[in-house]
């Protein structure tokens, strides 16, 4: 079943007037709440570096 693009960009013209865009607030809220994950998953991960570091280096300083 072909649909000419014509046709294509109706439906998806339809389908976007369907689309809830969030508020600015919203947005805001959103957005803020992603720098906060990205910080916490940051010291999360220097956390678990840095404990990954010392056991790798306290068992290869075992065999020196």
């Known amino acids: 079943m072909a649909t000419s693009p014509f046709k294509f960009l109706q439906e998806v013209r339809e389908e976007t007037r369907k689309v809830t865009w969030p508020s600015r607030k919203e947005t805001m809220i959103t957005t803020v ?6 910080a916490v998953a940051s010291i999360f991960f220097l956390v678990a570096d840095q ?3 010392l056991a790798v280096t306290f068992v290869l300083g075992l065999g020196s």
């Not at 709440?33 to 990205?38: E, G, R, Y």
């Open 33 to 38: 709440m992603v720098f906060i994950m990205v």
């Open 51 to 53: 404990i990954i570091r």
